[in-house]
């Protein structure tokens, strides 16, 4: 009764002495403290339980932990969600577009919490769906809630929505401008151009945040060596033609695991095949193991080797274009039991969309070296 009273003094302290305009500005500023904070605890909380659990295994080696670490985290994520959640749970950022859709922008705490601690189970330990989803999910929760408590519009609530994704995506990736192209191109709000500058805010001071709090440069750091040629325009436009059938391959094989997996009648069953599928391709392509960041890192930094670590293929890592190989195939591997698990992958076709780009760069190479 206390904090409603204080809500409404302050409500209607506010409409007397602050304008909309200004007030949205101060809660934009507002969430991306809170983003960036989110973006950073959740970054800590991932690498620390990585290493935590890696910590003494040699490269040199497969470890069978690569099996049993995925499937005790996806267990674990289907315990919690079976008999703690209780409800129908959807894949990924659908939770989030559907809100937008069908709730007037509303995503509760309850769902917020749970995928947000879901996700941190699944990737903690070793489960390769990225941290993309988990960011949009917090993030639009703390937007939406924070409006739903200051009793603000349905416009309103979905601009700060937008402001709460954008400030996690930035603080965590450290790109804020990606922050908000996202929240307004993938969430698809229906903004104006003023709507943009809260988003900016929000996306800028969770960068800020981020920055400040973890001292560590941009994700995927790398500089270019050398100048564009219009020469190169060629092998562009042949890579596109490339990855559109790897996008074309993409799509049939996603819809045909979704039409094998309804074939499970039973629940625990769908799940068991699909976790120990899991497993198995992270126990045999370690590159898989976790949210995927590290593996990018070492292709940006010139050592793709560096991704046969613990895996059967150590001896190979000399082989440059073997290793490439061995990443795309592994992830795309990956996606192919994508429809099996728990958890539908947000990033599904981004990460390997990096792996095949080396792999055609190294073919091309090779060629013409050849030639």
Excluded at 52 to 72: A, C, E, G, W
Excluded at 98 to 108: L, P
Excluded at 345 to 371: D, M, T, V
Aim: hydrophobic share 50%; with cysteine.
């Amino acid at each position: 009764m206390f904090f409603r009273n204080l809500l409404k003094s302050f409500l209607i302290w506010r409409i007397k002495h602050i304008s909309k305009r200004n007030f949205i500005l101060i809660l934009s500023l507002f969430i991306g403290l809170i983003g960036g904070l989110i973006a950073v605890l959740l970054n800590g909380a991932i690498h620390y339980l990585h290493s935590f659990l890696t910590i003494d295994l040699d490269i040199r080696f497969q470890s069978v932990l690569y099996f049993l670490y995925p499937i005790i985290g996806v267990v674990l994520t289907v315990l919690l969600i079976k008999f703690l959640y209780r409800d129908e749970f959807a894949h990924g950022i659908t939770n989030v577009l559907y809100a937008i859709s069908k709730k007037s922008s509303i995503v509760t705490l309850k769902d917020t919490s749970f995928f947000t601690l879901g996700s941190l189970l699944t990737v903690g330990f070793g489960g390769s769906v990225g941290m993309e989803a988990t960011l949009v999910m917090s993030g639009s929760g703390l937007g939406s809630n924070l409006a739903r408590l200051l009793h603000l519009s349905y416009r309103t609530r979905m601009l700060l929505l937008g402001c709460g994704v954008a400030s996690a995506l930035a603080g965590f990736f450290h790109a804020p401008i990606a922050g908000v192209i996202f929240a307004m191109e993938i969430l698809m709000l229906d903004l104006t151009m003023a709507s943009l500058i809260p988003l900016l805010v929000s996306s800028v001071t969770g960068f800020i945040v981020g920055k400040a709090l973890t001292g560590e440069e941009f994700i995927f750091n790398f500089s270019m060596q050398d100048p564009f040629a219009i020469g190169d325009i060629p092998f562009f436009i042949l890579f596109g033609l490339f990855i559109g059938l790897v996008s074309f391959y993409f799509i049939r094989v996603d819809k045909l695991i979704d039409t094998l997996s309804q074939r499970f009648q039973n629940t625990y069953a769908r799940i068991s095949t699909g976790v120990l599928l899991l497993g198995l391709l992270i126990f045999l392509f370690p590159p898989l193991y976790g949210e995927g960041y590290e593996a990018i890192e070492n292709i940006l930094a010139g050592n793709p080797t560096a991704m046969l670590n613990n895996s059967f293929f150590y001896d190979f890592r000399t082989i440059e274009p073997f290793s490439c190989y061995h990443s795309s195939q592994s992830v795309c591997g990956f996606i192919d039991i994508d429809k099996w698990r728990y958890w539908r992958l947000f990033c599904s076709f981004s990460f390997p969309g990096r792996y095949w780009w080396l792999l055609f760069c190294k073919i091309i190479e090779l060629h013409w070296h050849a030639g």
